[in-house]
Structure formats: C-alpha cells, structure tokens
Nanobody, 121 residues
Framework: QVQLVESGGGLVQPGGSLRLSCAAS????????MGWYRQAPGKLRELVAA???????NYTDSVKGRFTISRDNAKNTVYLQMNSLKPEDTAVYYC???????????????WGPGTQVTVSS
C-alpha cells in the first residue's frame, strides 16, 4: 500500500512561516498530480494548492502570493511553503497524490493522515 507521510506542521504566530513536506513511498510506479488540502473546524475540506507532474500549479485565491507549492520528483515529495500566515490559515492540512502503483491497471487517489497548522499569538 502507498504511504504518504506529512511533516512540518505546528504553532506559529501571525505573519510567520511554516514549510510542510509530504513524502510518498512504497510500490510507486508513477506520481501524477500532488496537492495540499485543508480543513478547519466546522468547515469543508478545501484545496489549497496543487502541482501537476510537469510543474504547473494552481492555488486557492486566499493563499495566492503567500503560499508556494513545489515538488521533488526524485524524492516523491511535495512541499508547501507558507509565508505571512494568518489565523484563518489554521486547519489540518492534508497531502494528496494521484499515484500509479506497480501492479495496478490505473492510478488512484491517496491521502496523508493530516498535520495540524495553528496560527495564533
């Protein structure tokens, strides 16, 4: 089974920065899109940023100019650099990847367990 392991969450003051990482492992033939979602208490999970295998990116409007998504294909890893953090960025952040495993006939969607990001003074 594919495993997504997230790291980098924590508590930060408003205006601060955090960098999230998510590494995919086990039985991977190819990774297509990778992305980060977040879910705040009482709200639906929303897409924060996504990056295609070729490097094209898209962001939700509220994070444009503050967050940057990137990936290292050699390491099967996606990153989310978060700058100028605001209290409204507080949420559990989930890594997502579309992965084609060895032995499968088609790619499938995988999720990490989530990492908490809290922005508070």
């Amino acid at each position: 089974q594919v495993q997504l392991v997230e790291s980098g969450g924590g508590l930060v003051q408003p205006g601060g920065s955090l960098r999230l990482s998510c590494a995919a492992s086990r039985n991977i033939f190819s990774i297509y899109a990778m992305g980060w979602y977040r879910q705040a208490p009482g709200k639906l999970r929303e897409l924060v940023a996504a990056i295609a295998s070729g490097g094209s990116t898209n962001y939700t409007d509220s994070v444009k100019g503050r967050f940057t998504i990137s990936r290292d294909n050699a390491k099967n890893t996606v990153y989310l650099q978060m700058n100028s953090l605001k209290p409204e960025d507080t949420a559990v952040y989930y890594c997502n990847a579309v992965i084609h495993r060895f032995g499968q006939t088609r790619p499938a969607d995988y999720w990490g367990p989530g990492t908490q990001v809290t922005v508070s003074s």
